[in-house]
């Protein structure tokens, strides 16, 4: 089969390779842990796949750096051509750059690299290991953040540790990144550091002032995605209007009340929150989420406390007070499985209640006092009489998933529960993963 492969248009070739290996949506790096091009083994295949490859400009434009032990020197000159040539390939086609180091030879990459940074349309940077946290002269990473990057998109920062402090952060990409749309950070969240290399809220704060318009302006006008994993400084800025951002996910070492007290954000349609339901900050700034339609929440709290939609410091209750149009709720732990609950319940005694605020509603007309618009909701329990009730006060609620569904403390016949929710099921649909009872202190 091979003597005929050439007599096939190599833009066939082209097409099939880029879709199988290059489409977004699926992740890979090369196997051997380095640098090689992931269309490796094709270029094995043959001659003429080999031809195709090498010549094709867009199969180069994604840039591995995956620097591992190397025992000679020649070895390392090998792997820093290898990165050379690979540079070269990719003609003058956008780059996606992926840093992922063990040990820290930015000073013999980045005379290679930076050149090409106003062709950087992503850029990742982290340890090979996050576990692993890297040792060395970290100067060199400011070169990084105070390259030109005016075409990129998205960036990934992660694992660095303290490193971080020898960057001025991630206010520096903002300045010199006026398109960022996608910012992933799993590190201390910097946003910036002040040129005496002072540290402290104080010294930050002041310095924050006198950078107010460069550090944020492009963030607030461009931003889409954000992720924030790392622990935030706690910088008093005032309110922040993100202007385009869609998706913001808050992870468990930042305070989720935070960023809601403070930013505007009125194009925001999904919200991913780490974070304990109850936060000892009362109350949100003007808080309000018009676009707002799914929120996904990972209840950290350790001894559940019951749902207070009287708790000024609940912050469920803050958060949907100000997503009026929100159409999904999600809310779970780490291990959402009925064994992982069952513990927690059996520890805390009493049920985790995260229901209650969509049961509540207003007094004068009987409609559902927060998110009259919601389709879809998960929590972690539920009575089968709740479940009613969400069925004759939400005539738009289409699903209804718990972990644990609770008997009625009136009626605790098997028999009896199933057919009252197969009577709820006509009405909405429900998935659970196992029936409970109720503790006896619920009884009547």
């Not at 998935?431 to 009872?437: A, C, G, L, P």
Request: charged share 20%.
């Amino acid at each position: 089969m091979t003597p005929q492969l050439p007599h096939i248009p190599p833009e066939l070739f082209i097409d099939i390779f880029h879709f199988l290996y290059m489409d977004e949506v699926i992740t890979r790096k090369s196997k051997l842990g380095d640098s090689s091009h992931k269309l490796l083994t094709l270029m094995l295949v043959c001659k003429y796949f080999y031809q195709i490859i090498q010549s094709t400009p867009a199969f180069w434009t994604r840039l591995w750096l995956v620097r591992t032990t190397r025992n000679t020197q020649r070895e390392e000159a090998g792997w820093i051509e290898w990165i050379r040539k690979h540079i070269t390939k990719s003609g003058e086609l956008p780059l996606r750059v992926f840093f992922i180091l063990s040990a820290p030879p930015l000073t013999k990459i980045l005379p290679i690299l930076l050149p090409t940074s106003p062709r950087w349309v992503h850029l990742t940077v982290t340890p090979l290991s996050v576990i692993t946290r890297l040792s060395g002269d970290y100067g060199t990473f400011q070169q990084l953040f105070d390259a030109p990057i005016p075409r990129l998109l998205s960036l990934s920062v992660g694992g660095l540790g303290t490193c971080m402090d020898a960057v001025s952060g991630i206010g520096t990409v903002f300045r010199h990144a006026p398109k960022l749309v996608e910012l992933e950070w799993r590190d201390r969240f910097v946003v910036f550091r002040p040129d005496t290399g002072a540290s402290g809220a104080v010294h930050e704060y002041v310095q924050y002032q006198s950078l107010e318009g460069a550090t944020y302006d492009f963030a607030q006008n461009t931003m889409e995605v954000l992720h924030i994993e790392g622990v935030m400084i706690h910088i008093p800025f005032q309110c922040m209007v993100m202007r385009r951002l869609r998706f913001l996910s808050l992870g468990s070492s930042c305070r989720a009340s935070f960023f809601l007290e403070r930013w505007e954000l009125p194009l925001l349609e999904e919200l991913h929150i780490s974070a304990s339901p109850y936060d000892e900050v009362e109350g949100l700034a003007t808080p309000s989420y018009p676009a707002l339609k799914r929120i996904k929440w990972l209840d950290l709290q350790s001894e559940p406390a019951p749902a207070d939609t009287l708790s000024n410091k609940f912050l469920i209750i803050r958060v949907l007070v100000a997503s009026s149009g929100l159409q999904a709720f999600y809310i779970s732990t780490r291990n959402p499985n009925i064994h992982a609950y069952l513990n927690v319940r059996s520890r805390v005694e009493q049920s985790v209640d995260r229901i209650s605020p969509f049961l509540a509603t207003d007094d004068a007309t009987g409609a559902p006092k927060y998110c009259p618009n919601l389709r879809e909701l998960c929590v972690q329990e539920a009575g089968i009489e709740e479940l009613e009730r969400l069925a004759d006060i939400r005539s738009q609620l289409e699903k209804v998933e718990v972990v644990a569904l609770r008997r009625d403390s009136t009626s605790p016949s098997l028999e009896v529960n199933l057919s009252r929710l197969d009577r709820a099921k006509e009405r909405v649909g429900v998935i659970f993963q196992e029936w409970v009872s109720p503790f006896l202190s619920q009884d009547p």
